[in-house]
């Protein structure tokens, strides 16, 4: 109970968003599509038998009401392994010009996603790679806010996908580390993915590239995931807790 | 379906298999529909990934970071350490190719990330291209120690070559060592033969009537005189080559030897002015360039002074380098070095005794380690004894103990400036223990061998390896006849012998890259003498002494064992190229160091090794680790 980061608000309405919703009536969407493949998640499946989907967004900032993607990586986990040939990656040309800024972040420029599509013409694709998987993120909740107002904005509706966040289970981890040895929670540990990656002796990606931080963020879950395992944790529900996306959890 | 309007990717999974063997033999297309089909796993430390003869292996785990251990548990539960892999390494291939169960229990000791690559990805790249079965099927293959060899060789030649900056700098009035040898017009061909015996020259300048030299008699002449039936008693002028071609002794090297060439001739009179001040051959610039190790060898057999003899080391340097860059063995490589350490020794020793007067009694000079198994490097101290004939009378012997202590100081001292360090440990001849007649000798090995302490063990190994140096050789023959006699017949001394061998344990593998020493200055180095060479040497003493083997090098005491059947065939082969693997890394090392005028020593920094000589060194590892188990089993040895 005591965490900030183990209980959401949001459990109950979010559970009932996808599972009390009324079959789509109207045209499918890809995002219906996606959403209807969410129905049959068990939360007591084990944690080998789930099928993850990490990504990662780069932006032109960090406003969903305001700014846009600019390009989307994603992989694939099959049983606690990634699967190298199941990877997503696209450049996105965003309708507002790309800001200099974001640029020199992610090393986008507008020369590059001069030949980009639009994001209306990749989302289908993107959501059709999801098809319904659990989604994995590092601080989820802005590649989501970003991924649910696209598709709210074209399809009316958002994806219904449950997300984990690899930052929340990073935090969970380290506390149940430092409980076993002492009760003070350090505060000054950094979270970033590549701080954290780091620290974690993780085979190192460039950060800053969509693929890439998503890649990074894939061997971290499975990192955690796996050390997590090794404490007793089975099941989806079991993992859920600490890792839940404070808006987008189960 | 994915990856479309895919932006061009840095595929680090790619990469990784690309920088690891025996993926980096993929072609671009082999490698990307291979990286395709991977997939990436993590197992925190201490994961059983394997059981032995119970897990089914559907995947090849190539450690991208981490390491596992591998080891085997008997049915009494006792765990034996087969092996640890690191980075880069991989799992699994074995029982793959077997299509069998794991051979091995396999342990992740790191929290391990993994590259698996399936089962039928593999077997596909396998089909595209055979260096990959053959990596793995062929332990320290032959044509992977070739080319391990062949990228030692092009790291050494990256060095500077200087010798041939000489060419172009050096008159050829420098190579001037003597006044030229010089008979009168009308000699006989018999007398100016001997006198090229007494002045041991290869060339005689013929004196014409007005005094200056009319032409030039050389060995070819008299060889050419002999075989055609020429009277000896004939003038030598009737077999001279004249006019006697000449250069000015402020001339360059490069155009003596272009003058040499042009005429096809191999002897040239400096000048200067008029007057001839010497006679220098092809053979002279050769030396100078370092170029052929037989020059080297006939400059130091003609040095008239122990002083001539201290500038030889260096050469003999660049002798060494030529022959790695011609893609000599190490076994060849320290074989020259031994002969012609060997001759500066005779050569050292010889004018010492002109020096000193003749011995009161017959002496041997006795090399040992490095020197007594002909295994000499760079970094060579002397390990060297002395033994005298019997004197049948006391004031015989005090006399042969003055004599000896003088010349034996005076020896050791000598060749500390030709460049071979004296031995820290004091194990020279000029130490009264290591000098002394045949019968104290047997008396000092029969007590060694009957009543083996560790530390009379630990003391007398290099002593096993002597070998005659110059003098008396009947004196070395029969007390390496005495020893070889008793030790074949005193299994405990042999016993001790092979014990001590087992206490230099080879480095496992490399893990995480790796096995260096932790601590001290020679952080992050490997000891290749300490930890790699030395199992070997042991190994090939004991079990030598064992089988009445007499030979002291390494390498032939291999041979005689394989020969003889002492040893599986395969094994000593093995053990023979990795050894010689070992040694070549050890001379290119030292090699390195002494053209960046660095002191040679033995360590090693892994990190400047190809992945290809990890590779080998790793297995040359495994091979020493072979031959101590053959040890243990052959002395049923109990070991902790």
């Known amino acids: 109970m005591g965490s900030p980061f183990s209980l959401s608000r ?241 | 379906m994915t990856e479309q309007n895919a932006p061009v990717d840095r595929d680090l999974v790619r990469e990784f298999l690309q920088a690891t063997l025996p993926f980096s033999e993929l072609d671009a297309t082999a490698l990307d529909r291979l990286v395709r089909q991977c997939v990436i796993d993590f197992q925190p430390a201490g994961v059983r990934l394997f059981r032995r003869d119970i897990t089914e292996v559907d995947a090849l785990s190539v450690i991208q970071k981490g390491g596992v251990k591998l080891f085997a548990q008997d049915e009494s539960g006792r765990i034996s350490l087969a092996d640890y892999r690191g980075e880069g390494a991989c799992l699994g291939a074995m029982a793959l190719f077997k299509n069998a169960k794991a051979g091995l229990d396999a342990e992740t000791v790191e929290d391990t990330f993994f590259v698996k690559i399936p089962r039928d990805a593999f077997f596909e790249a396998v089909a595209a291209n055979p260096a990959i079965p053959r990596y793995f099927l062929k332990s320290l293959s032959e044509t992977f120690t070739t080319k391990a060899f062949a990228e030692i060789r092009q790291r050494s030649s990256e060095a500077p070559d200087e010798s041939n900056l000489y060419l172009f700098s050096l008159q050829v009035g420098s190579l001037v060592e003597r006044a030229p040898a010089m008979v009168p017009f009308g000699l006989t061909i018999q007398n100016a033969a001997r006198e090229m015996l007494r002045q041991s020259v290869g060339s005689l300048l013929i004196q014409g009537s007005s005094g200056a030299a009319c032409g030039i008699i050389t060995d070819t002449d008299i060889r050419k005189a002999v075989a055609l039936g020429i009277d000896m008693q004939a003038p030598a002028e009737t077999i001279m080559t004249a006019p006697l071609e000449t250069i000015a002794e402020t001339a360059v090297c490069f155009d003596a030897l272009i003058a040499m060439m042009g005429k096809n001739i191999h002897h040239l009179a400096i000048t200067s002015g008029e007057k001839i001040i010497g006679v220098i051959t092809s053979h002279d610039i050769m030396v100078l360039q370092g170029r052929s190790p037989f020059a080297v060898f006939r400059e130091v057999s003609t040095r008239s002074t122990i002083e001539g003899l201290y500038p030889m080391r260096a050469k003999t340097c660049r002798v060494a380098r030529t022959l790695v860059e011609e893609g000599a063995r190490a076994g060849n490589i320290t074989r020259i070095l031994s002969i012609i350490n060997d001759l500066v020794l005779q050569r050292l020793l010889e004018l010492l005794l002109k020096e000193l007067g003749p011995p009161p009694v017959k002496f041997c000079w006795l090399v040992m380690g490095s020197e007594g198994r002909r295994e000499q490097t760079f970094a060579t101290d002397q390990d060297n004894a002395l033994v005298y004939a019997d004197c049948s009378v006391d004031y015989l012997e005090r006399a042969a103990e003055v004599y000896f202590e003088a010349f034996t100081a005076r020896a050791v001292e000598h060749l500390a400036r030709c460049g071979f360090p004296r031995c820290p440990g004091d194990m020279m001849a000029s130490n009264p223990r290591w000098r002394k007649s045949l019968s104290a000798w047997k008396q000092t090995f029969d007590h060694w061998i009957s009543s083996p302490e560790p530390s009379e063990v630990m003391h007398s190994t290099i002593f096993f390896d002597f070998r005659a140096g110059p003098g008396e050789k009947s004196l070395a023959d029969e007390l390496r006849s005495h020893i070889t006699g008793r030790c074949a017949e005193n299994d405990i001394f042999l016993r001790h012998m092979a014990q001590d061998a087992m206490q230099a344990r080879p480095p496992l593998s490399f893990f995480k890259n790796i096995v260096v020493e932790k601590n001290g200055e020679h952080k992050n180095t490997l000891d290749i003498k300490a930890r790699g060479l030395l199992p070997f040497m042991d190994f090939a003493r004991v079990m030598a002494l064992r089988s009445g083997i007499r030979q002291t090098s390494t390498l032939e005491r291999l041979a005689m064992l394989k020969a003889g059947e002492h040893l599986p065939g395969d094994l000593a082969q093995e053990a023979m190229e990795a050894f010689e693997f070992l040694q070549q890394l050890r001379l290119v090392h030292q090699m390195d160091l002494l053209d960046r005028n660095l002191e040679p020593n033995n360590r090693i920094d892994p990190a400047r090794l190809t992945a290809l000589e990890k590779r080998t060194l790793r297995d040359a590892f495994g091979v020493a680790t072979a031959l101590q188990s053959h040890l243990k089993e052959a002395f049923s040895l109990q070991m902790g």
């Not at chain 1, 694939?76 to 392994?81: E, V």
């Not at chain 1, 599509?117 to 590092?138: C, E, I, K, R, S």
């Open chain 1, 10 to 250: 949001l459990w109950g309405q979010t559970f009932g968003q996808v599972f009390g919703q009324k079959a789509s009536t109207g045209p499918a969407t890809p995002v219906s599509v996606n959403n209807e493949a969410c129905r049959g998640l068990d939360q007591s499946l084990p944690l080998e038998d789930c099928v993850f989907t990490v990504f990662d967004t780069e932006l032109t900032g960090l406003n969903p009401a305001k700014d846009e993607i600019v390009s989307i990586g994603a992989v694939r986990i099959r049983n606690l392994q990634i699967i190298q040939g199941e990877r997503f990656h696209v450049l996105v040309k965003p309708e507002m010009p790309l800001p200099k800024f974001s640029t020199l972040i992610h090393r986008i420029t507008p020369e590059r996603i001069g030949q980009a599509p639009a994001l209306a013409q990749v989302l289908p694709d993107f959501l059709a790679f999801l098809n319904g998987t659990l989604l994995v993120g590092h601080y989820v909740e802005l590649d989501m806010s970003f991924l649910s107002a696209a598709c709210k904005r074209l399809y009316g509706q958002a994806p219904a996908n449950p997300c984990l966040d690899t930052m929340l289970l990073a935090m969970s981890w380290q506390r149940r580390l430092q409980s076993a040895y002492c009760d003070q929670f350090d505060q000054s540990i950094s979270y970033t993915l590549g701080s954290l990656s780091k620290r974690l002796g993780l085979p190192a990606f460039p950060s800053h590239d969509a693929m890439h931080d998503a890649m990074q963020t894939a061997y971290l879950f499975i990192y955690l995931t796996q050390k997590l395992r090794a404490m007793g944790i089975r099941t989806l529900r079991e993992l859920h807790r600490p890792a839940r996306s404070q808006s987008y959890g189960l």
